[in-house]
């Protein structure tokens, strides 16, 4: 539902007020080709339930002067209930068998309900001088505050994810027999919460677009933000593990407290502070005077806001999945306690309460990560109605936030080289497409991991591209807009959740391994064309046509560690890093076209606008392929290599046309 408000009070006085009200469902879950070719007793359901509020108040002071005023709020809850009733330890966790990719039991990820809540005030002032100190001015002025809050509440009924190969409980990362692998998630019961982040923002600027003569405009401005973060109070109760007879709580107490411990950690406020100038110039000029020839340029560098998602790293008591490699001694496929069974953990970090180390998960004196621009363009107008420009674009973004190990530097002595053969796209050897692969075995005796969110020096992320763009405003019963755009996004710094979580790793060089190259959004060739036209008996018809360029992946392998590399024992049994450049390959293009039918009514002083709308008109369709199983696989201890399980099989399938009906009334 969508409700708008505008109200002239007076004739000073204006507002305009909207509440919009948004619930989707998606049951089950259905984006996962491989889940419709599994017996999971309990899928997942998708549910996404926002309400916005936005109010604007101007107050006309006189001709030259005037405030506006500006509130919003967002309230929205995506939950990931599970379909399906669950009581009881007899509940089946969750099961993958890593070669058929078939699935039972749970659904393999967690539920829970994501609470975002976020509202923002402003106050602006704008005042137009004329013949001040050389030209004339549009001064402006403002203030805004902003306050946004996260919280995560849910529970799993079993915390298990078991993990078969072909049929058998083992999991074999290598020819060792009776070996198997499963994960264990500590958040099973809900008295794990809060698990909530907030943030506030304040932020003030200045402008003055400044006209010097009949051919230049200049625009110069700064602006001010400054983020604060926290985390609340939180209270951890342990649990005991009625799945498989305390088999957790045993191997590992630290993380898997039994019922009747306590874990509790006090507010941290000030855990992230961001402080930032953001300068403005920018500059028009009238190459001849007419108004039909334009010349552009600016130059900006301006702060990333604070994300409550960066926070949520640093909340404490952080629940965890741990892996851990099994070894099935007296061969029943049970998981017996120990010394009947053996168990070694995966890398993990402890559960923290004390607020100086707490503190120190956040380097001091971190800054807001930033981004420099360049742009610089021509706008030349062909007709009354028409015009086309070409655009630059240069960005440069650096200072990001990332994770550093302040115990295991990436080039410390922890870190022992260990050089395999790759045997190439191919997956063969002696074909002369192979290449020698150094990766990185971390010894088992390192120190424990403590990770740091710090701003990275070495990351960068880069952007060039040119527009050229054609407008056609309405005029003689049509108009048309078109764009292309030719461009290049590249770095060692991808986008997505991790990145604003401070999480992209930075201190494991496998993960360096081939790490420079194109990152996942970039789309060297996107164009776009919108079209409307009036017809007859008050017809409207508009069209919208897009082709994008696919998306970037690359070739992974998984190298697998014998048991001693250099006379030292690895942490883990495996690495997976790039075989080649990052973004070196890419998925197939996009090309979609929609397109709207609508016709209107007149009775008196009411206007009836009926409409309909296709999407996607053409059918266009396409398979996601699981990018890293696409090629690639598992180089053994033994020099032997296997492909990926689902190698050239896709993940999820797109492409639905889709119809809509709509209605509007004026008044």
Do not use: C
């Amino acid at each position: 539902g969508l409700g708008k408000i505008t109200w002239q009070i007076t004739d000073n006085l204006k507002w305009f007020g909207m509440y919009q009200y948004n619930k989707g469902e998606e049951y089950p879950e259905m984006w996962s080709v491989t889940k419709q070719f599994s017996a999971l007793e309990s899928q997942k359901i998708y549910v996404d339930d926002s309400t916005t509020i936005s109010s604007v108040m101007t107050f006309v002071l006189n001709q030259n002067s005037f405030f506006e005023g500006r509130f919003g709020y967002v309230d929205r809850v995506m939950s990931l209930p599970f379909s399906g009733e669950w009581v009881g330890p007899e509940n089946r966790g969750s099961h993958i068998d890593r070669t058929t990719q078939y699935e039972w039991g749970m659904a393999d990820s967690n539920v829970y309900d994501y609470i975002r809540k976020m509202w923002n005030a402003g106050l602006n002032f704008t005042n137009f001088q004329d013949d001040l100190l050389g030209g004339d001015h549009e001064f402006k002025a403002g203030f805004e505050y902003a306050s946004g809050s996260a919280d995560r509440q849910g529970v799993r009924p079993n915390p298990y994810f078991y993990q078969w190969n072909n049929g058998e409980p083992w999991y074999y990362s290598d020819s060792e027999a009776y070996k198997g692998r499963f994960a264990v998630y500590n958040g099973a019961v809900e008295n794990l919460r809060p698990h909530m982040a907030s943030l506030y923002r304040m932020s003030a600027f200045i402008q003055d677009t400044f006209n010097i003569g009949e051919k230049m405009t200049l625009n110069l401005g700064f602006r001010y933000d400054y983020s604060n973060g926290s985390v609340p109070a939180k209270r951890y109760e342990g649990w005991d593990d009625v799945w498989e007879n305390g088999l957790v709580n045993t191997i590992l107490p630290e993380i898997f407290q039994p019922a009747g411990s306590v874990l509790e950690s006090p507010p941290i406020d000030d855990i992230m502070t961001y402080s930032f100038l953001s300068p403005r110039l920018g500059v028009t000029y009238d190459l001849f005077g007419n108004g039909k020839t334009l010349l552009k340029a600016a130059y900006s560098v301006y702060g990333e806001t604070m994300f409550v998602t960066t926070l949520e790293a640093l909340i404490p008591l952080q629940d965890r999945t741990v892996t851990f490699d099994w070894w099935d001694d007296n061969k029943n496929g049970r998981f017996d306690l120990p010394p009947t069974d053996r168990y070694v953990p995966g890398g993990y970090q402890l559960m923290d309460t004390d607020v100086e180390p707490l503190r120190a998960k956040v380097a001091d004196n971190i800054s807001s990560p930033y981004t420099t621009e360049i742009t610089a363009g021509v706008v030349q107008e062909v007709g009354r109605d028409f015009s086309i420009s070409l655009n630059y674009t240069y960005k440069k973004g650096q200072n990001f936030l990332g994770a550093l190990n302040t115990n295991i530097e990436k080039d410390s002595e922890w870190w022992i080289p260990y050089t395999v053969t790759d045997p190439g796209d191919d997956g063969k050897l002696g074909t002369g497409d192979e290449q020698d692969l150094t990766v990185f075995m971390l010894r088992k005796d390192a120190p424990s991991n403590f990770i740091q969110t710090n701003n990275i020096d070495e990351g960068w992320r880069k952007y060039w591209g040119l527009t050229f763009l054609i407008m056609k405003r309405m005029s003689n019963g049509w108009m048309f807009n078109g764009s292309v755009v030719y461009s290049k996004a590249y770095g060692n710094f991808p986008h997505g959740y991790l990145t604003y979580r401070g999480n992209q790793n930075f201190w494991d060089p496998n993960v360096d391994i081939n790490r420079e190259g194109r990152l996942e959004y970039d789309r060297p060739l996107i164009v776009k064309l919108m079209s409307s036209v009036e017809l007859p008996y008050k017809f409207m018809l508009s069209g919208y046509f897009r082709h994008y360029s696919g998306a970037h992946f690359e070739r992974q392998v998984t190298v697998y560690f014998p048991d001693t590399v250099a006379g030292y024992q690895p942490r883990s049994s495996s690495v997976t890093v790039n075989a080649e450049p990052e973004g070196n390959r890419d998925h197939a293009s996009t090309t979609t076209m929609d397109i709207r039918l609508e016709k209107l009514f007149e009775f008196g002083k009411f206007h009836v606008g009926v409409w309909l709308d296709a999407f996607n008109l053409f059918g266009h369709s396409e398979f996601s392929w699981s990018q890293s199983r696409l090629v690639g696989g598992y180089i053994y201890t033994d020099g032997s290599y296997a492909r990926y399980s689902r190698y050239g099989q896709p993940s999820a399938v797109y492409g639905t046309r889709e119809f809509a009906f709509g209605a509007r009334i004026r008044f």
